[in-house]
């Protein structure tokens, strides 16, 4: 056989190769642009972590969280959109406008139920105008009205067992909820999770009374919601949580075990 007709062939095959499988492969091609460090991530995280402008409550929970190890593991986009869910007091939401830089915007979220738990820290968060780039953004799940496909970064730190707590007051769809995540993150996005870890097996069962969740079970429930898994980060695995106490036992508050999950939204 010449050359021209063997590169022909090759080039038949290589194009119907392509064809079935084109999707996967911008899937992938996403991915891979994630781990190696995509231009728009910023190289800042160090510097925004220790800026002397930080409270010192922030400071002090650096020690347990980690956060330098957590957000370059996750990427934070420069000059994008990050959406902190259930941001509580807003402690990540102040590291990510530092790292991400004047022209990035991060909507620092609470529903009612979460602004009664962060009590004044939101106001104090934001007072005097300390934080430009933040925006408070108060509202239940059902009523985010973030365009789509305009979101860069979703971040849940402690927040993602709660789809599956049921309390009075308390009762979130998590299909519901995944469908606004898929509308709001930009194609190649990134959602972070962030969770306290639970016993195997116990699925979504330790939510309810430990506010724990079991690893495997979360990635397979937000797998199966549609987003593509990247990668773990150990950064906050701590072998002498016993992972079957309440979280906010005194034992182990502030120190439990931890998974850092990073998926992305699928490119098409």
């Known amino acids: 056989m010449s050359n021209d ?8 095959r290589l194009s119907k190769l392509l064809q079935r499988s084109g999707k996967r492969l911008l899937r992938s091609l996403v991915v891979v642009s994630l781990f190696l460090g995509a231009p728009t991530f910023a190289d800042s995280i160090d510097d925004a972590i220790a800026s002397p402008d930080r409270p010192a409550a922030d400071r002090d929970r650096d020690v347990n969280s980690h956060p330098a190890e957590v957000l370059h593991f996750v990427g934070v986009p420069v000059s994008g959109v990050a959406l902190d869910l259930f941001a509580g007091g807003g402690y990540y939401s102040e590291i990510l ?10 909507y620092m979220h609470n529903n009612a139920a979460y602004l009664g738990f962060a009590g004044d820290a939101v106001a104090q968060r934001l007072a005097d105008d300390r934080l430009p780039d933040v925006v408070r953004y108060d509202r239940e799940l059902d009523a985010i009205d973030l365009p789509d496909d305009s979101v860069d970064l979703v971040l849940m730190v402690m927040t993602y067992h ?12 998590p299909d519901t909820f995944f469908v606004m995540l898929h509308r709001v993150l930009k194609p190649g996005g990134t959602l972070a999770v962030v969770d306290h870890v639970a016993l195997p097996g116990t699925g979504s069962s330790s939510a309810q009374d430990l506010h724990r969740i079991d690893p495997a079970y979360a990635r397979m429930d937000i797998e199966d919601h549609g987003f593509e898994f990247v990668g773990s ?13 309440s979280v906010f036992d ?13 998926f992305v939204e699928p490119a098409d």
Do not use: C, H
Request: proline share 7%; hydrophobic share 35%.
């Open 250 to 262: 005194p034992a182990i508050r502030g120190k439990t075990s931890k998974f850092v999950y990073k």
């Open 162 to 173: 709660d789809l599956y707590y049921k309390t009075d007051g308390w009762d979130l769809d």
């Open 233 to 245: 980060s150990d950064v906050l695995e701590n072998p002498a949580d016993p992972l079957n106490i």
């Open 5 to 12: 007709r063997l590169g022909q062939g090759m080039i038949v």
């Open 97 to 106: 406008t530092r790292a991400m830089g004047p022209e990035g915007t991060v």
